[in-house]
């Protein structure tokens, strides 16, 4: 196990992330499911400022089952590689929201609560509710593992799978730090050009 740095959208804003090489391999950090879940819960309540933010996890043997507030769920199954979702988008929805409009991101209310671009009715709704979605890691040769009661995934799948839906950015790993970025963070302006974390 090692501390790396883990810096959150800026160089001021810092922790630490335990992260876990195998077989030699330093170019892989992989996160434990009870630190990947520390991890998503700060961020998201913090960083965020989701204050009424829930996550629930229950482990049984090798499957790991999280649940939101709104009982949404995500389960990953480490010895296979299995993930699914109940409902993605409501799995990642902002607690306290009123409708699922992911795609137009409005309540259809205005301050004074009448409706401002649709208008309600009462027998109806404005949830656009998904599908289950179920995603074979190991069909990409992706890595999940049970290893001494510790459940361990890629820091990129984490990042992959939850954060860049949730936040709309990514973890990177440097091989000296990780870092919360999206591409804004990245853009050396006086260069005109991307440039790599640390």
Do not use: W
């Amino acid at each position: 196990m090692k501390k790396a740095d883990f810096y959150i959208a800026s160089v001021d804003s810092t922790t630490n992330l335990e992260l876990y090489f195998f077989n030699g391999n330093t170019d892989l950090p992989f996160i434990e499911a009870s630190e990947m879940l520390a991890v998503y819960r700060m961020l998201c309540q913090d960083f965020c400022g989701e204050t009424s933010f829930m996550l629930k996890a229950e482990v049984q043997g090798g499957l790991l089952t999280l649940s939101r507030e709104s009982a949404y769920l995500m389960t990953i199954d480490y010895p296979s590689g299995a993930v699914a979702f109940s409902d993605l988008d409501a799995f990642f929805h902002e607690p306290g929201e009123n409708a699922l409009l992911d795609l137009v991101s409005s309540t259809g209310f205005n301050e004074a609560g009448k409706p401002e671009l649709f208008e309600r009715v009462n027998t109806e709704s404005f949830d656009r509710y998904g599908r289950e979605i179920k995603l074979d890691l190991s069909a990409y040769h992706i890595p999940t593992f049970v290893m001494n009661d510790g459940l361990f995934m890629p820091l990129q799948t984490f990042s992959d799978l939850m954060i860049t839906p949730k936040l709309n950015c990514g973890i990177l790993y440097n091989g000296k730090a990780a870092f919360l970025a999206n591409g804004s963070h990245l853009y050396d302006s006086d260069a005109g050009r991307l440039t790599p974390p640390g």
